[in-house]
């Protein structure tokens, strides 16, 4: 360890550089402040005015979206949630009624998510489908077991594959749903990492 002192000594200008205007953030900082004043307050006007940044691909406003709207009566927009049909706003609406629902959604949640078109999504959005799957399972308890089955039967075929972030979270949910085969199904891909580590 010391102690150094840093001192520049050429000719380049050392003066602070000028602020970045950027429009577009701007404009995105706006909308998130105005979804923020939503926040901790019942408006029925926050829910059309919310819903559609659950679409948006700034991941800040679509969290600053679903929290306006988990603040508002789930009654008042938990049909909506249930009946959306595209997968980015469909995760976020089913996320914000898993927090805000009780036992009796569970079903209906587990129906819209094995809905899901899970072959054709991203990473990012099926992690985040998969953050859902969890937390209706285990926040949202329910006696009917036919729930875990169709979850069960939904993952299975998607592990091991995607990457190893989506391989953690399916084999988390799988042993929890007590699936038969996924302790294997996990060494298997154990060793083929560990051999694949020895060859480098």
């Known amino acids: 360890t010391g102690l150094y002192r840093v001192r ?5 200008p050392t ?3 000028d602020p970045v205007n950027d429009l577009l953030t701007g404009k ?6 105005h979804l923020e004043s939503y926040h901790g ?11 559609p940044y659950l679409a948006s691909t700034d991941r800040a ?6 929290i306006a709207i988990e603040h508002q009566s789930v009654e008042l927009w938990q049909d909506r949630a249930l009946a959306e049909q595209r997968p980015v706003p469909a995760i976020e609406a089913l996320l914000a009624l898993t927090r805000s629902g009780d036992s009796s959604l569970q ?5 819209c998510l094995n809905k899901l078109p899970l072959f054709q999504l ?5 992690l985040a489908a998969l953050r859902v799957y969890a937390l209706a399972l285990v926040r949202l308890k329910n006696s009917d077991t036919a729930n875990s089955d169709s979850v069960r039967r939904r993952l299975r075929p998607f592990f091991p594959g995607l990457s190893e972030a989506t391989n953690q979270d399916l084999c988390r949910l799988l042993i929890y749903l007590r699936d038969p085969g996924v302790i294997d199904a996990s060494l ?13």
Do not use: D
């Open 8 to 12: 520049y000594v050429g000719s380049e």
């Open 15 to 17: 003066a602070p550089a």
């Open 28 to 33: 995105a900082r706006q909308r998130r402040h």
């Open 41 to 51: 307050k019942q408006n029925p006007m926050a829910i059309n005015m919310a819903w």
């Open 61 to 66: 406003l679509r969290y600053a979206a679903r």
């Open 107 to 111: 079903g209906a949640i587990i129906e």
């Open 122 to 126: 991203s990473e990012e959005q099926m």
């Open 188 to 200: 298997q891909q154990l060793r083929i990492a560990t051999t694949q580590g020895s060859q480098m």
